[in-house]
Structures are given as C-alpha cells and as structure tokens.
C-alpha cells in the first residue's frame, strides 16, 4: 500500500501507554485520510453521552492522503474529537506542518485518549512515544511554548499547541501551528481537559509514492496553471481577504455590527487593497502551498506597534473588524495577535465581542458591567482589550470566553435574540440573509455554522460551480439537494489534504490521477463522492445518536425576522417557510428522516457500523 | 555565465515544496533532510531557504578543503562528492557553513539537477532563483543561520 504508512497510534494519556495498529486497503479506500481517518475514530471511540471536556472523548489527528507529497497546496491535517461548543462530532482543519510530520514519522493517524494527572505533552520520534510531564509550560502562550519545546527538542521538531485559552477549557480555543490555527469548535479545550499542552514531532521516515515521476510531472503541470490564474496575483498579493470589498459592496452579505447591517461602510479601512501594501512586509505559507494567501502583517507605530501576525484573514476582518465595527485594522492586527497567542478562534471570539458591543447598545449589558466602553464607535480599544479579558478569563471576559450561546444563558435578560449562531458555533462572515443556500448550510454544518463544510458561498455569490449554473443565492429552491452534494464533495478535500481553496484547479474528476500517483489506487469520481458522503454520514449518525436533531440544527432568530436593513440584498431574509422547505429538501437528498437522523439503510449502504 | 541557485529570504514563505520537489527528483521518495536544500522557519517572522552556493561565496571552499580524502572536488565552478572515495566521515557536513552537505551511506550535495534546478520550478515567489551568483544574497542566509545558533 504506497503513500499510506497503514499505522494508527493510540496515545492514553491516563496510562501513559501508546500503541500502534495496522490499516489496510480496505480502510484507506473507505476513509481515504485526513478529516476521513480522524472522523472514523472519533466515530468509533467516544462513547455515548461523553463529556466533550472529560477523559472519555476522544481527539483524533489525521494527515490528509497528499500530506508529505509534493501537491501544491496539499499539505492539510485534520483534528476532531466531540465539540465542547456543539456538543456534535466536530473537525478542524489547518495548514501546519505537523500532520506532514506525523506521517514521516511512520502514522497516518494520532488518536488520543484519556486525561495526563499533570499538564504534559506528547513527545513522538519516529517509533518512540512519550507523555512528558511539563507544568512549566502551563500558562504560555502560542508563540512561546513551541520556542521552549524547540530548544529542548531540536529546532525541527513540529509542534502544535494550545494558549491559555485551551488551559481555561474555553470553548472557542484552538490548536495552534506554525502560527496557523484549527480555530473552529472548541477543540483547543478538548487539548486543555486531557492536560495536554502540545503535541511534538519529530519524523525522519521516507514517505514514498507509487509513481514519483509522474507525481513530480502533476505537481509542475499543476503549478503552471495555479500561476496562471488571477486568484494567484489576487491571493498572493492581498490574501484571503481579496474578495471583501466585493461580497461588501456588490453583494451586500457582509455582516456588519453584530449582523444588524450587511454593508460595512467603513469597509476601504479594512480592506487588503488599501492595507496590504502599507503592512505586509512578505508572504507566508502553510505546509506545501506553492501560491500563498499568508501574509506577515507588521504594525511598526503608533498604540499597537510590534503587532506581527500571520493574517489578516478575510474571515477575521469580519469577525475583529466588521461584525464589531472596527474599522482600524491596527486594531484588528492586535486582536488577531492576541487570539493566536491565547489560542481562540478569531470567528467565534470577534462575533462573541461584536455580540457583546450590542447588548451594550440596546442596554441590556452596562459599561460598568463590563468595566469600561465596550461599544462599536470604541471598537478600535474596546475589542483588543476585551479579547484579552477573554483569554485571561478576566471580569466580563469570563461572561464571554465560551463564544455566544453560553454568554446568552448566562447574561440572560432576552440576550440570545442577539445571539448568533447555529448549534453553538459562532458563523463566518456571509450574512446568509441574501444567500440562502449557505443559510441551510449553516444549519446541516455538523459542526456548527460554517462557510468549510459546504463551501456554499462560492456557487451562490459566483452563481455557478461545478456541475450548476445559474445558482439564484435568493432562491431557496433546490439547495437541499446542491448544499448534501456540495458538502460530499468538500469531505475528499478535508480527507485528501487539499486546501479548499484549490478546489477550483483540481474539481473532483481531476483527482484520481493525483491519488493514482501517491498510492497506485484507482478511484472513481463518484468513488471519491462516497467517501464524502460516508464521512458526513458518520457525522450526522453520531450527532443524532447525541440527540442533535432538527430543533436543534435551526437559524438565529435574527436571520428568519429582520431583513437585511441596507445595500444591495436590502430587504431579504430567510423565512421560516424557506428555512423548513430546505431542511426537507436536504433530508429527502440525504435520505435521513424528517428530524435529521440518517436512515438505517443509508448507513448500510454507506458500510457504517 | 555561470549560474547559481540566489537564495532571497525575503520572498521566502516557507512552504517547503522545494525540500520536497529535491528530494522526490533525486530519489524519487520524500525526505526532507535528504533534500540539497533547507528550508528554516523561525517564529512568525522568519522564514529561509539555505542552498548549495558551489563555494562561489566561501573564501576557502569548505567541503573541498576540509575533505580528509580529497573526494570532494570543485570542477567547472559546481562542487560535487566522489562516491567511490567517500567514506562518510561526515566532515564536510560539519564544516558546511550553509548546512546542505547531506549525508546518506555517502554525502551528497545539490547538482543543480543537471542546469534545470527543480527546486526553482516550484518557487513562484522567487525565494530561489537560478541565475549569477549573488554574494550579498548569500551573506544574508549565513547571518540569518548564525543567529539561529544565537540566543533567541
């Protein structure tokens, strides 16, 4: 079996003991890799009614099948355990270099259970595995807990890692690497509630791929193309955030001030074209990325001097930016730098102060209950040093580190009208009011709202992808047909390794000859769709065996009554009508039951046990 | 003309595909520390690719000089180790200030794949570029790996 090392390793952190088992064909062809791989354990190790933050969940870490190889922009690792946020099967995936790592060190996949007595973390160097206790990295942040372990270990070791936030079982934490972040869901705290600080690797295994030559030759066929686009100049000149000033001003969904509006007026501040050539000081990439969206954003003056973050993404220029009406991106920067360094994810801590900014306004939350002026016209100081609160669990900080939904329950007082969230998980930067398609995928996201599960917003606001043309974003009509195909395909990525953002360069049918390349398999197109479908199955199976069902699944209140107030989608909204005919629409094409659980005979067709 | 591989660390975003691209050229397998040349990554700030300069900026050619059995040789300006009288001692690896000379049973060093270096093929942000050697270039890689070895 080429390009796979066949090996799981299962690490107890309450016994100290690790062990290695054997995959074969069989699984690689069912799982693929990546999301697949991590999706299948946790399917099958947590069990149910588990405590996300107790010892019984399990989170798993999986290498994508291109991980290692050489395939521009295929360098992708996927976590997952149970969400602490959602309460669902929940995975996260980021660029770092650790899931390449783990497979040279001889495992495609890392499943960790149980709780250490003391903070420790797992050491792995090819075929030895250590738990090391190390409280004195407890209490250090992102940038530094990879620096101590670097020393110690050897500066080529690759290490992820959780800030304070992940410590202080925040339930928007993150997992930190090489200053890119698996941001959504909350798995930072599942990190924090086994004790386990970081995980260090050091592989020195060749990986080998069934055709060398002709994976060298794909990769140059491949790069050429990606040099040749536009999105290369657009990504590599101002990043993922390219497309804001568009989704802002052409199509009106970019949800501003706590989603009270749809069009951020103050959006040239915050947009890269303006920015980018004034702070970008040089291009970053994640593992393998031969055409990169990252960007080394330095502030050298004024209030927030020193600020050097790898970003600023398009989704947290939303989230620290719009959604909190901070049009300083200064001010973004340094909130963005200290979410990496506690380790929160910048969507659900931005859309959590913008939340906050508003009950302020409506007067259901007091300055001196916060401590000081937590309003959008004092965004500039009020959200850096509110998400500091946040991550030191500090006076109001406290109310809000948990993201929105806890923050309601607590605060009280008719609050979650102002929430916004789908199953506990703060949504991206779409006002899905004037898209409803990504409306519905907010909702059938098994994680929570999100625009990765899907990838929705790209068919409704280009109006055509993959197999479809003419996608009307203001029609509900046949979604729940294209969001179940759409979120089948995003699954190979997620399993494959491949970044989402190069799903337009290698559209499924153009994959096999990849995977043929790295492991001498033959799949199909509809092959590889299986594989999707089965991993978003297990999903929803272990979701509805946890009791998330359909109630559970539905839109803000914001999003089904108050029309977007402004701009180009003025005046649309999702009604409950729409919402119930698209999750209809969705079950019947998934062939799950009208509450959202996946039919026996779906799951027998799908061989999920 | 003769050409070199010009390391800029400004335009590197350390992706490391050219570790992989070496290495799967040379051996049609991925090792990165088999690759001929390095890519290093320090904090968010940092990121570098170390290459084989042929000792066109090493005043007393390292490898070559240092070599106990002479099998390391420089000939048309490209530096290269003699497989048959290396016996893997592992001193030009040691001396090699830029920290390409690799070792396997034998050391090894960049050959430039024959005049095509496949490492630049896959560098659109021309952190390495094939053309005249550029000693400042090469300057700024040796500073940026002495203060590696600093304190941090």
Known sequence: ?609 | MVKMLVPYPENCTGCRFCEMACSIYHDGKVNHSDARLQVHRRGVKIDFPSVCTHCVSCDDNCCVLHCPVEAIKKEDGRVYVNQEECTACGTCVEVCPFGVMRMEEKAFNCDLCGGDPTCVKFCPMKAIVYEEPKPEQYEKVKNLLKAEEGPQ
């Open chain 1, 1 to 609: 079996m080429k390009g796979y090392t066949g090996k799981i390793l299962k690490v107890d952190l309450t016994t100290d003991k690790s062990h290695t088992r054997s995959f074969d064909e069989k699984y690689a062809r069912k799982y693929l890799g990546g999301q697949g791989f991590a999706v299948e354990i946790v399917f099958h190790a947590v069990p149910k009614d588990a405590d996300p933050l107790g010892p019984e969940n399990v989170l798993a870490m999986a290498g994508g099948l291109f991980d290692g190889f050489p395939v521009g922009t295929g360098g992708k690792v996927a976590f997952a355990a149970k969400s602490p946020a959602t309460g669902t099967l929940a995975e996260s995936i980021m660029g770092g270099s650790i899931g390449p790592e783990l497979k040279h060190a001889g495992y495609d996949a890392l499943e960790i259970v149980g709780k250490a007595a003391r903070p420790s973390y797992i050491f792995i160097e090819d075929e030895k595995v250590e738990v090391i206790e190390a409280p004195e990295l407890w209490g250090k942040d992102t940038r530094e807990t990879p620096e101590i372990l670097k020393r110690k270990h050897g500066w080529d070791v690759k290490v992820a890692c959780i800030g304070p936030s992940g410590e202080k079982l925040s339930r928007i934490a993150c997992i930190d690497c090489d200053d890119r972040q698996a941001g959504r869901a909350g798995l930072g705290a599942v990190m924090g509630s086994k004790n386990l600080k970081a995980i260090v690797i050091r592989g020195t295994h060749d990986l080998v791929p069934a055709d060398p030559r002709g994976l060298l030759e794909i990769a140059l066929r491949y790069q050429k193309i990606y040099e040749a686009a536009p999105s290369f100049v657009e990504d590599t000149k101002y990043g993922t955030g390219e497309f804001l000033g568009w989704v802002n001003k052409e199509k009106g969904v970019f949800p501003t001030r706590n989603w009270q509006q749809g069009v951020f007026n103050e959006r040239e501040k915050i947009d890269p074209y303006y920015w980018a050539p004034k702070y970008v000081t040089k291009n970053k990439a994640c593992f393998a990325c031969t055409k990169p969206c990252g960007k080394l954003f330095e502030v050298k003056g004024g209030k927030f001097m020193g600020v050097a973050i790898d970003g600023i993404e398009y989704e947290t220029l939303y989230s620290l930016g719009g959604a909190c009406g901070n049009s300083d991106v200064e001010s973004v920067a340094r909130a963005n730098e200290l979410c990496d360094l506690y380790g929160m994810d910048t969507i659900s801590a931005g859309v959590t102060v913008g939340f906050a900014m508003e009950l302020v306004q409506r007067g259901i939350v007091t300055e001196k209950e916060v401590g000081f002026k937590l309003t959008f016209d004092n965004a500039s100081d009020a959200v850096p040093k509110m998400i500091e609160l946040m991550g030191k669990r500090e006076g109001f900080g406290d109310v809000l580190a948990d993201g929105v939904k806890v923050a309601a329950q607590r605060i009280g007082k008719g609050s979650d009208r102002y929430a916004i969230h789908t199953k506990g998980m703060e949504p991206p930067a779409y006002d899905v009011r004037g898209m409803k398609g990504h409306g519905l995928a907010y909702m059938t996201s098994t994680r929570g709202a999100c625009h990765l599960r899907a990838g929705f917003y790209a068919p409704e606001l280009v109006g055509k992808f993959w197999k479809w043309e003419g996608i009307d974003r203001f029609s509900p009509v046949n979604k729940g047909y294209m969001v179940s195909q759409t979120e089948n395909f995003m699954c190979v990525y997620d399993s494959i390794g491949l970044c989402k953002f190069s799903r337009g360069f290698y559209l499924i049918a153009k994959l096999p000859e990849v995977i043929k390349a790295i492991t001498g398999m033959d799949f199909t197109e509809d092959e590889l769709l299986k594989i999707g479908e089965r991993a978003h199955n297990m999903k929803g199976a272990f979701n509805a065996r946890e009791g998330v069902l359909r109630k559970d699944w539905l839109l803000p209140q914001r999003i089904l009554e108050d029309p977007i107030p402004d701009g180009p989608s003025k005046g649309s909204k999702i009604s409950v009508e729409e919402m119930n005919m698209m999750l209809d629409d969705y079950m019947k094409a998934r062939g799950w039951s009208a509450d959202g659980v996946p039919s026996p005979e779906k799951l027998s067709e799908l061989g999920i046990e």
